[in-house]
T-cell receptor, first 117, second 112 residues
Framework: NAGVMQNPRHLVRRRGQEARLRCSPMKGHSHVYWYRQLPEEGLKFMVYLQKENIIDESGMPKERFSAEFPKEGPSILRIQQVVRGDSAAYFC???????????????FGPGTRLTVT | AQSVTQLGSHVSVSEGALVLLRCNYS??????LFWYVQYPNQGLQLLLK??????LVKGINGFEAEFKKSETSFHLTKPSAHMSDAAEYFCAVSEGDYKLSFGAGTTVTVRA
């Protein structure tokens, strides 16, 4: 059973370019979460999505960042017009639908390291 | 908002020695607490979690953690370190059902 897949693992972008980070959840999982880890800091929650719905985006920066989880295909975290401060590791996690156990158990991918030059 | 603080960004232990990783939390409500481990080039893996049942929680790979409300702590221990325990360890607190807030991590190295 494959785990959560993220690609690319490393991404280099110049200031002003767009970055697209992909996350394929574990088989059978329909909930996806994105977290960001800035240098020397812990992971911070960004957004929680279910298929075709954004449930909680309280951790997303108000501008330039967007996320989607379409009916088919991976979840995408998109960063427009990247700046040096966007350099970080971005982690995706997934959990199954309809969990009766709380809190929801999240399974993490290996992360995408974004470097903005 | 809930948060955690991990004391010590690097810990070095000898093989066979006690592993002790410290985590203190801040929460206005009874928290859910977690320890995750990350091996190089892999995703975070759940070691154990506290969800207000037993205060001493046993996890995988011989790790355990004790919830101490009076000290607002959730320290992770393993009696005898193994070379395979070299990794980065993250303490986390859950704000509700899904919003995890992580500490900055502690890197463990194990000396032969």
């Amino acid at each position: 059973n494959a785990g959560v897949m993220q690609n690319p693992r490393h991404l280099v972008r110049r200031r002003g370019q767009e970055a697209r980070l992909r996350c394929s959840p574990m088989k059978g999982h329909s909930h996806v979460y994105w977290y960001r880890q800035l240098p020397e800091e812990g992971l911070k929650f960004m957004v929680y999505l279910q298929k075709e719905n954004i449930i909680d985006e309280s951790g997303m920066p108000k501008e330039r960042f967007s996320a989607e989880f379409p009916k088919e295909g991976p979840s995408i975290l998109r960063i427009q017009q990247v700046v040096r401060g966007d350099s970080a590791a971005y982690f995706c996690a997934s959990s199954p639908r309809g969990q009766g156990v709380r809190p929801y158990e999240q399974y993490f991918g290996p992360g995408t390291r974004l470097t903005v030059t | 908002a809930q948060s955690v603080t991990q004391l010590g960004s690097h810990v070095s232990v000898s093989e066979g020695a006690l592993v002790l990783l410290r985590c203190n939390y801040s929460s206005s409500v009874p928290p859910y607490l977690f320890w995750y481990v990350q091996y190089p080039n892999q995703g975070l893996q759940l070691l154990l979690k506290y969800t207000s049942a037993a205060t001493l929680v046993k996890g995988i790979n011989g790790f355990e953690a004790e919830f101490k409300k009076s000290e607002t702590s959730f320290h992770l221990t393993k009696p005898s370190a193994h070379m395979s325990d070299a990794a980065e360890y993250f303490c986390a607190v859950s704000e509700g059902d899904y919003k995890l807030s992580f500490g900055a991590g502690t890197t463990v190295t194990v000396r032969a």
